[in-house]
């Protein structure tokens, strides 16, 4: 298989496609990519018209309950967001940096904070007082828990016109805004946090030792579509170990031996 990247364009962007995979180096911002990856996916079941998609969105809002059911989430949210706010109130005065751009930044997080910080309890503390809603999460889980006899009420809910779901969902859904909102604004300052650089997986192995005294948080690897390998990653504070992996006849992932090139950030 030829590791050569492809000079093939998306014709919709006009840019190489590519599949972009992220590495979490603790296990707070793998809790963040885990909530982030779940508002996603309740985002668009909402926006659809389907019954079963509400299911799904509904469902996904009990994931993200579930996630956030940890007692200190709430708290490293805020205490992140209060740091990024420090680290840029650090960068005031610099020629290099946009006033105007840094203040809006900044606002930013001043309103997750103090929005996050008014919302009591948990996420998604509030639904937990809807019964309703806590009978088909009771059920939700349960192969088959949802059927039409065991939740009448909910068979029922679903037979109503979409406009009329997409608002109970839109209601529900706000409950959980504040949260999801910061969580996209810290991995967004995240992410932008790194500059990315080509490397070359040797025989379809690659490693990098970190560079002492920083601490990275987050690995981004964008790999070219086309040469149908996938990344195995692993890493930690001192070290990062990559291995391209590809397909089989078999359906099972196989090394790849060849030399592959894809595009590495660390962001802190």
């Known amino acids: 298989m030829n590791s050569a990247p492809s000079s093939s364009y998306d014709s919709a962007t006009g840019k190489i496609s590519v599949i972009l995979y992220e590495y979490p180096f603790n296990e707070r911002i793998r809790t963040y990519l885990r909530l982030e990856h779940l508002f996603l996916r309740l985002s668009e079941l909402?926006?659809?018209?389907?019954?079963?998609?509400?299911?799904?969105?509904?469902?996904?809002?009990?994931e993200v309950m579930d996630v956030g059911a940890r007692a200190d989430l709430k708290s490293d949210v805020m205490k992140d967001l209060d740091k990024q706010k420090q680290i840029l109130?650090?960068?005031r005065g610099n020629p290099a940096i946009s006033e105007g751009a840094l203040d809006g930044i900044i606002q930013k997080l001043e309103?997750?904070?103090?929005?996050?910080?008014?919302?009591?309890?948990?996420?998604?503390?509030?639904?937990?007082?809807?019964?309703?809603?806590?009978?088909?999460?009771?059920?939700?889980?349960?192969p088959g828990g949802t059927c039409e006899f065991d939740?009448?009420?909910?068979?029922?809910?679903?037979?109503?016109d979409a406009g009329s779901r997409q608002a109970d969902?839109?209601?529900?859904?706000?409950t959980l805004a504040p949260l999801a909102e910061s969580i996209h604004l810290l991995l967004k300052l995240l992410r932008d946090s790194g500059g990315p650089q080509k490397v070359i997986a040797v025989g379809g192995q690659f490693q990098q030792n970190l560079p002492q005294g920083r601490t990275f948080q987050l690995l981004r690897l964008s790999l070219n579509e086309e040469l149908g390998l996938v990344p195995e990653i692993s890493g930690?504070?001192?070290?990062?170990?990559i291995r391209l992996m590809q397909h089989g006849d078999d359906d099972r992932l196989h090394n790849f031996s060849e030399d592959g090139s894809f595009e590495l950030t660390l962001c802190s």
Not at 46 to 62: G, K, T, Y
Not at 169 to 174: E, F, H, K
Request: proline share 4%; hydrophobic share 45%.
């Open 46 to 62: 909402m926006a659809r018209e389907n019954p079963l998609d509400h299911h799904f969105a509904i469902a996904s809002m009990f």
């Open 89 to 91: 109130n650090a960068y």
């Open 111 to 142: 309103r997750c904070f103090s929005v996050l910080h008014a919302q009591p309890g948990k996420a998604g503390q509030a639904l937990t007082e809807n019964d309703w809603l806590m009978s088909i999460r009771s059920r939700v889980g349960i």
């Open 151 to 160: 939740l009448p009420a909910y068979f029922a809910w679903q037979h109503r």
């Open 169 to 174: 969902l839109q209601r529900w859904a706000s």
């Open 236 to 241: 930690n504070r001192l070290m990062v170990s």
